[in-house]
């Protein structure tokens, strides 16, 4: 939990970076990073209603996509299909995001911060939809009404023609998916044009969740790697520069959680903010839902490293909070974090005797486990 902490929830290449190299910001007084007005000096009772929301809020689409991502695992659909990270996506992460967020970093003392925050915004309102859309869809095929008849529809780009043919967009939504889009589609307006803080949240919840649901480690080394790599990242670009500081202040975008430290005196209207990066969500929250798969793979009706890593995750965070608040001065967050995360279910397995058996496990990328199913069904047919 830093003031400026910049870590990618999308898929662990140059272009994911790029797309969210600002997420861990986070503050105890996020005034100055979010709008211009006096300084504020929060209450107590603020103060607290704003941190606990905050911890609240990051529970959420960790504890839920950890648990769609081992219906995710087993999709056979191929948009639901998650993304593999494997230990060389892992260790050149760091790497990736750290020229990202100096290139950011150029770009806004170059070139005018008021138009490279329209492009933003225009940019994060398409994916926000997107992941929003994404997000409401388990609920809406819970709730739709059964007397409403839900046709189906394919949206259907090629190029070329005859032989030559090649399919360029092949979606296929029904009327469900319609209804999250028009949803989702109001709140990106309402962000686009209030910037609001709801908006930005549900956004920004959405984007973690997805995040969680569908970045998928191939194994706990690999996790190991991600975070360690990160831990050292995310520590010199807070201690060691002001990069991180003067990015997360000039990004505007949906790529932190909010909460008004001021809400009991001003209510919705409120614009003195606490602050939490989503990076500070996810980068842990796929190591989380990664120990539930495994708990999943063990067979044994039990869930010990899901919720062992869980409080982990509880303890770290309240232990940055803890000395943020105590010292006034921003943290990064993996740096309580990514021990916490990680010890934790370690000490679990070994006191269990599982701990070689942890680092055994191995989930195969989509495309390898379609192959293997392939393969199986043509050893039937042979037979």
Known sequence: MSEAEQVSVSAPEAAAAAVLDALNATDSNGTEALNATAKFVATPEGTALAYGSLVFMALLPIFFGALRSVTCSKSKNAADMPETIT??????????????????????????????????????????????????????????????????????FTQGSGESKEEIVNYEFDTKNLVCLLISSVVGV??????????????????????????????????????????????????????????????????????????LEKGLGASNFAMLGLGDIVIPGIFIALLLRFDVSLKKNSRTYFYSSFLAYIFGLGLTIFVMHTFKHAQPALLYLVPACVGFPVIVALFKGELTEMFRYEESSPEDAAAKEDSSESDKKDQ
Request: contains cysteine; positive net charge.
């Open 87 to 156: 230990s060389r996506d892992a260790a050149r992460f760091p790497i990736i995001a750290s020229c990202t967020l100096f290139g950011l970093y150029l770009f806004f003392k170059v070139f005018s911060q008021e138009y490279i925050n329209l492009l933003l915004s225009v940019y994060f309102f398409v994916l926000g939809v997107l992941a929003l859309s994404h997000t409401m869809s388990p609920l809406m095929f819970r709730i739709f009404p059964a007397s409403i008849p839900n046709k189906q529809y394919q949206l259907l």
């Open 190 to 263: 309402w962000y686009l044009l209030k910037k609001h803080w709801i908006a930005n949240n549900l956004f920004g919840l959405a984007f973690a969740l997805n995040g969680v649901e569908l970045l998928h480690l191939n194994n706990v080394s690999t996790g190991c790697i991600l975070l360690g790599g990160l831990f050292v990242y995310d520590v010199f670009w807070v201690f060691g520069t002001n990069v991180m500081v003067t990015v997360a202040k000039s990004f505007e975008a949906p790529i932190k959680l909010v909460f008004p430290q001021d809400l």
